[in-house]
């Protein structure tokens, strides 16, 4: 190795001579083809940074690649000797610099094994910056969050007409700042195979080099870069073992997270609608009434969702007496939960009657979808019935707020589970509800629900459902493919059916496995057991 000689920063550099020796070090690479074929490239672009963690953009033609191609590698450490400067006529700039260097053939490049600059050098964004529009469609940022869900990896087709890959994620920052994450390609390609591994950890924080900002249909949210973005997910530098380890501080300490057991994996809403599994049941209907003699909540596990109970600990005294300890302990109904310090979390289990044409039927809103409607917590809204009860007030039977709920025409995916048949229970777990227009209409398209039948309605009142018990009416029509199977017929009569004639009627459309009593619309990944929100309300 030749001696280093005095080093140059990047700070330092200009056009008028090209007689200076850099260290730097490759944070970023991307090769660019040639235009009508594919499969060479044209050059290789990069972004440096030196020891004092300024960045700059570098180029090498193709002509070149035999003399330096086998020196540029990502993280690879270089003294570069005789760069020239070069304009940056780019359109687009990942380093905000007009200029650029170039590897030319008198330049002189090789590695180095002593670096005592910073490993990366991050600016990160706050989220609430980017959904108030502070910075421009297109701005090159990074940006670091935890992933609150992944969602199902799908085909795209690009504008020179070939195939891609789209993956879609909800992100979260420390101040609760939520934002959607759109990853292309082979970004979506390594985030989806992380996300779907057996072994990957519960809690995933992803940090992005070079992303950028991007709108949908008016809505303002990130992505990467189609060049020279970086991904790390679960990486181990210190700003992200940093920004993790407070994360899931926030998590433990806080009751009202929907995301305390893990960052999940999910299917887009569209799919689950639309391309519904056999043993899942798509009812489209309104939601007509909140069932008020039920409880809406319950306090689940921090780590599985699952019931939580309080053990009383007795001692004797020295007396001879017993007494019960002061110190609160909580034993998690899941005996397969793999939590240890466990306590409870206040959730969702709203009790509604949905109905159509041809019936009415009780469904349970759990967490991840009441919250899209309600918009507070469970845990907050009950610290207010308890203002309100210590006013000496009596409290509405159910939050004031569930009343958005009311009227409200949605589809809802649930599943018939072998309990449901087998016990002619009637209660069915919500996996995905939704009343996006664009979806309704698809469904009307495509089983043309509006055509079932039309002619009557229950009309029944919210004074009804309250004094009903539940107990008069049956399902509605249930989907399971490309034709409608009514579960219970349009007369009144047929409200009281029996048990075994409801056994046998989902019995014949369904089949039916032992065991099965998820909610969830799709697996839902974590690093450790999840119970399903249908087995709890079974609790």
Request: proline share 2%; aromatic share 10%; with cysteine.
């Amino acid at each position: 190795m030749e001696e280093q000689g005095e080093i140059t920063f990047l700070n330092d550099i200009d056009a008028l001579s090209t007689n200076y020796t850099i260290k730097v070090k490759i944070i970023s690479l991307w090769r660019k083809k040639m235009k009508g074929n594919e499969r060479e490239t044209y050059r290789i672009d990069m972004v440096l940074m030196d020891e004092m963690g300024t960045k700059i953009q570098a180029s090498c033609l193709h002509r070149l690649f035999s003399k330096f191609e086998r020196h540029l590698n990502v993280d690879e450490c270089l003294i570069i000797k005789r760069p020239p400067l070069a304009a940056n006529t780019a359109s687009f700039k990942i380093v905000p610099n007009n200029q650029k260097l170039s590897f030319y053939y008198h330049t002189f490049v090789e590695k180095c094994s002593n670096w005592d600059g910073p490993q990366f050098v991050f600016d990160f964004v706050d989220f609430k910056d980017v959904l108030s529009q502070r910075y421009k469609e297109g701005t090159t940022i990074d940006f670091i969050g935890y992933v609150v869900v992944c969602y199902k990896i799908e085909d795209t087709n690009k504008k020179n007409g070939t195939k891609g890959k789209r993956l879609n994620l909800k992100l979260q920052d420390l101040e609760n700042v939520e934002v959607d994450l759109t990853l292309w390609d082979n970004y979506a390609k390594d985030m989806s195979s992380y996300m779907v591994s057996q072994d990957r950890e519960a809690h995933v924080v992803i940090a992005v080099h070079f992303g950028v900002v991007k709108t949908y249909k008016g809505k303002w949210g990130i992505s990467n870069n189609f060049d020279g973005t970086r991904l790390f997910i679960n990486d181990n530098f210190d700003q992200m073992l940093t920004f993790k380890e407070k994360f899931i501080a926030k998590l433990v300490a806080s009751a009202e997270s929907s995301s305390h057991v893990g960052s999940f994996v999910i299917c887009s809403v569209e799919d689950e609608f639309m391309n519904n599994d056999p043993k899942k049941v798509i009812i489209v209907g309104t939601i007509v009434a909140i069932v008020s003699y039920k409880m809406w909540y319950y306090d689940g596990c921090n780590y599985c969702k699952s019931k939580v109970e309080q053990n009383f600990e007795t001692y004797d005294r020295e007396d001879g007496t017993s007494d019960v300890r002061d110190e609160k302990m909580y034993q998690c109904s899941n005996k397969d939960c793999p939590g240890k310090d466990v306590f409870p979390m206040s959730r969702f289990k709203i009790p509604i009657r949905v109905q159509d044409s041809t019936g009415t039927v009780t469904l349970t809103l759990f967490d991840h979808e009441a919250l899209k409607f309600v918009g507070k917590t469970a845990k907050e809204l009950i610290q207010i019935q308890d203002e309100i009860l210590k006013t000496n007030e009596v409290p509405r039977a159910y939050p004031v707020e569930f009343e958005t709920l009311l009227n409200l025409k949605c589809a809802f995916v649930i599943r018939v589970t072998y309990f449901n048949i087998t016990n002619a229970v009637e209660n069915y777990g919500i996996s995905v509800v939704t009343n996006d227009v664009d979806i309704l209409d698809q469904l009307n398209k495509k089983w043309k629900i509006d055509q079932i039948d039309v002619s009557d309605s229950f009309a029944m009142s919210q004074s009804d459902f309250q004094d009903a018990g539940g107990e008069t009416a049956k399902d509605g029509v249930s989907y399971t493919g490309d034709n409608s199977t009514p579960v219970s017929k349009d007369s009144v009569a047929d409200l009281y059916q029996s048990s075994s004639d409801l056994k046998h009627n989902l019995g014949d459309v369904y089949a039916i496995e032992d065991g099965i009593g998820s909610s969830e619309s799709k697996p839902r990944i974590s690093g450790g057991s999840i119970c399903s929100d249908e087995a709890i309300a079974n609790n």
